[in-house]
């Protein structure tokens, strides 16, 4: 391999200095490359040198041989060349025309090419068009059904026809997954999804009115089927819906009168409310567990769906107790019975759907009963308190009065209040005032309270017996012979007479048989405990230096004049009942005879005068009187209490 390499370089070296030699300078590089040239070449370097030492001399002469044919060549043959030549120009020019129409053909071939391309496109989808056009037109009744779906469900909607609405919303959907790709199938799936809002908006403010059970029941499958709460969620939003509307009947109701008002509040409440239980019980099935797990799979999730319902009864229940509360101290004194009543037969209502709230009640009453009472007595304190200010002991003519004759019976007598009182205007003013309380009270007197009534009386009558001694410090040192005999007959009137007697008012209100029964104790048991009571002895033994002297033959003890006994007794109730009115019990023989029915009319008092009615013993006798002038009393006759 290697000497083949060798001699060829060998000879390509000859070669190079032979035409060096041959051509010296003038050998162009091009030669080298022709196939003549290096024949010719190797025709030289085979011959011998006799014939190279001729080669110059033929060469020479066969190019003169050449160039004498091509002179006559040319010169016999020059048109031809002439219009070769023309011809050669011309095909040159139109190569270049060419060339150039050929390179603005290559520009604008990818152009073309790009438009037959799009051009081919927009064939295929004219033809896929017209196809779809030809199959809308041949599905044209069916597209139009689909494309008028919404139209229908708004229709079916806005005319209440919900069962038709909800085929439609179902028919939807069985599309939507059948066709999901197609964006006109989305448009008209939320085209119905809005209209399904607005359904669910219609049922529930037709659930936000006042429906019946039946409807109820329709309105609740509806919103069942539509399948848009779990079954949690669709008790919130029913009793939510049902509460709306029973709260606009509570605000429609006037509160100008108060009496009025609570009234109006607990037969709503009463009714409405009961209705709504119902009809939550019937639709909602709490009572079967079966039924309840069947329906409700979330109740897995641990959702009280029964707490539900029983913290909604709970909240309305207070929110009732609340209102009642806050009502009852506005001037319903002389009501409260009728209240009572009314409230009682509301839990009474209740009881029967296991929420009875009427051991709520009581309370309330007991509160209300007892401050009135309060307000009453305080107010008949302070006027007491303003009249002895403007207060003159002047002798009082007293008139012949029916019933007053100490020929009367005895137990007759005990029943009215005492006719001396007259002859004191504020004691008479104080009197009436205590019995119109007392009468208030008797509507609906709890026994419970009667602890704190007797220390309410008390309390009010120290204060009377108070003012009755600052008053005589006032103006002792102004009062002459007759007007010292007169305080200590108004000293003797508020110890003897009116103490007493409404002391004996208390024990006819509160009677020792009603307590001892409503505490399950005897009389002679009630007796031995020192509770509640009302020391009569206390609150009169600051009068006793300024009564006047009586001979003891003519002195009449207040047991004599009331038949009740002054020996303090304080009594407690503690009773299953605490709201039992007295005068809804049967009194014992021995206290009826003493016993005293009050009716006491609203008293007119003015600053010159007071008025005031008391039925006692079945008769009605006004008490008219005006400080500082005479007094009368007029009879009228009128029906029994």
């Known amino acids: 391999m290697d000497a083949y390499m060798y001699s060829s370089f060998s000879e390509d070296v000859e070669e190079e200095s032979v035409l060096g030699s041959i051509f010296k300078d003038k050998f162009p590089d091009s030669w080298k490359e022709s196939a003549d040239f290096i024949q010719y070449l190797k025709e030289l370097t085979s011959q011998g040198i006799d014939t190279l030492t001729h080669e110059p001399e033929r060469l020479s002469e ?4 050449i160039l004498e044919q091509t002179q006559d060549l040319a010169f016999n043959n020059y048109k031809t060349f002439i219009k070769t030549a023309e011809c050669s120009r011309e095909i040159f020019q139109d190569f270049n025309s060419v060339d150039m129409h050929v390179n603005s053909l290559l520009e604008k071939i990818p152009d073309f090419s790009a438009q037959c391309k799009q051009f081919m496109q927009d064939a295929q989808d004219i033809t896929a068009s017209r196809k779809l056009n030809s199959l809308i037109l041949s599905r044209h009744t069916q597209l139009l059904e689909l494309l008028e779906v919404p139209q229908l469900m708004d229709t079916c909607v806005r005319n209440n026809y919900y069962d038709e609405a909800l085929e439609l919303t179902a028919y939807v959907r069985r599309l939507e997954k059948k ?32 429906i019946q059970l039946p409807q109820c029941l329709r309105i609740v499958g509806y919103l069942r089927q539509m399948d848009l709460f779990t079954e949690a969620e669709l008790r919130i939003k029913f009793l939510q819906a049902r509460d709306v509307w029973f709260q606009g009947l509570l605000k429609n109701i006037p509160q100008d009168d108060t009496y009025t008002y609570i009234t109006k509040t607990i037969e709503a409440s009463r009714v409405h409310l009961f209705d709504i239980i119902t009809q939550y019980r019937a639709i909602f099935s709490d009572d079967d567990p079966i039924i309840t797990n069947i329906n409700n799979p979330a109740s897995d999730s641990g959702i009280d769906e029964r707490g539900l319902f029983h913290g909604w009864v709970i909240q309305k229940v207070t929110d009732f107790l609340n209102l009642l509360s806050n009502n009852l101290l ?4 002389g009501r409260l019975d009728s209240l009572l009543g009314q409230c009682m037969y509301f839990g009474l209502s209740f009881s029967r759907v ?18 009135y009472f309060k307000i009453s007595l305080q107010s008949a304190t302070e006027k007491f308190e303003e009249l002895m200010q403007s207060y003159t002991l002047v002798t009082q003519p007293m008139t012949s009065v029916p019933g007053s004759n100490h020929s009367v019976d005895q137990k007759s007598l005990n029943q009215n209040p005492p006719t001396v009182l007259l002859q004191h205007p504020p004691l008479a003013w104080y009197c009436n005032a205590v019995l119109s309380a007392f009468n208030d009270l008797r509507l609906c007197a709890p026994v419970a309270i009667a ?10 009558m120290g ?7 600052s008053f005589h410090r006032a103006e002792e040192s102004a009062f002459n012979e007759k007007e010292h005999e007169l305080f200590g007959m108004m000293c003797s009137v508020m110890a003897q007479d009116l103490i007493p007697y409404l002391h004996q008012c208390f024990n006819t209100l509160y009677p020792n048989s009603l307590i001892a029964k409503t505490m399950g104790l005897t009389v002679a048991e009630l007796q031995n405990l020192k509770f509640a009571r009302i020391n009569v002895k206390s609150i009169v033994e600051p009068l006793y230096e300024f009564l ?11 047991e004599d004049r009331y038949g009740v006994n002054t020996t303090p007794v304080r009594i407690e109730t503690e009773s299953e009942s605490p709201l039992t009115p007295a005068t809804e019990t049967e009194i014992s023989d021995t206290e009826s005879e003493t016993g005293l029915k009050l009716d006491q009319q609203a008293s007119d008092v003015s600053a010159g005068s007071t008025d005031g009615e008391h039925v006692v013993g079945g008769a009605k006798r006004k008490v008219r009187f005006s400080v500082g002038d005479d007094f009368d009393i007029d009879k009228s006759s009128t029906d029994s209490d």
């Open 62 to 65: 066969e190019k003169s041989q």
């Open 179 to 210: 066709y999901s790709d197609i964006p006109i199938i989305h448009s008209i799936l939320n085209d119905v999804k809005s209209l399904t809002q607005l359904m669910l908006l219609n049922l529930i403010q037709q659930l936000r009115s006042n």
């Open 330 to 333: 506005n001037g319903v004194s």
């Open 354 to 371: 296991g929420a009875d709230f009427r051991g709520l009640i009581a309370p309330m009453f007991q509160h209300a009963a007892l401050h």
């Open 451 to 460: 602890n704190n009534i007797a220390d309410l009386l008390a309390a009010s």
């Open 463 to 469: 204060r009377v017996v108070e003012c009755i001694i």
């Open 548 to 558: 006047p002297q009586e001979p003891e033959s003519e002195r009449i003890s207040p």
